[in-house]
């Protein structure tokens, strides 16, 4: 089993900057690969950026060159530097995890977190 845990979220203003944490622990021992998603009200869950353990990156086109994702696989944390923030980008962001590589479809993850509120006023 794993466990994910987001922190960071919050609120900011448009054009402003947040960073969201999310700490694996439990069964973390192999490859595997992390992202984000979100979900804004009334709207479907979406993908926002994934890494792979080889720490390659993947972005949904509108977020790129503002959201940049990270890793630090010492401490099974991913990281989500949002710069330029819209209020578009208002919405629960959510750390999820799957043994693999990324996927862009959420049903393909194997461990999710709680979800960490971002809003974004204008």
């Known amino acids: 089993q794993v466990q994910l845990v987001e922190s960071g979220g919050g609120l900011a203003q448009a054009g402003g900057s947040l960073r969201l944490s999310c700490d694996a622990s439990?069964?973390?021992?192999?490859?595997?690969?992390m992202a984000w998603f979100r979900q804004a009200p009334g709207k479907e869950r979406e993908f926002v950026a994934g890494?792979?353990?080889?720490?390659?990156?993947f972005y949904t086109d509108s977020v790129k060159g503002r959201f940049t994702i990270s890793r630090d696989n010492a401490k099974n944390t991913m990281y989500l530097q949002m710069n330029s923030l819209k209020p578009e980008d208002t919405a629960v962001y959510y750390c999820t995890l799957r043994f693999g590589s990324v996927s862009f479809d959420q049903n393909d993850y194997d461990y999710w977190g709680q979800g960490t509120q971002v809003t974004v006023s204008s």
């Open positions: 439990g069964r973390t021992s192999s490859n595997y690969g």
């Open positions: 890494i792979r353990w080889n720490t390659a990156t």
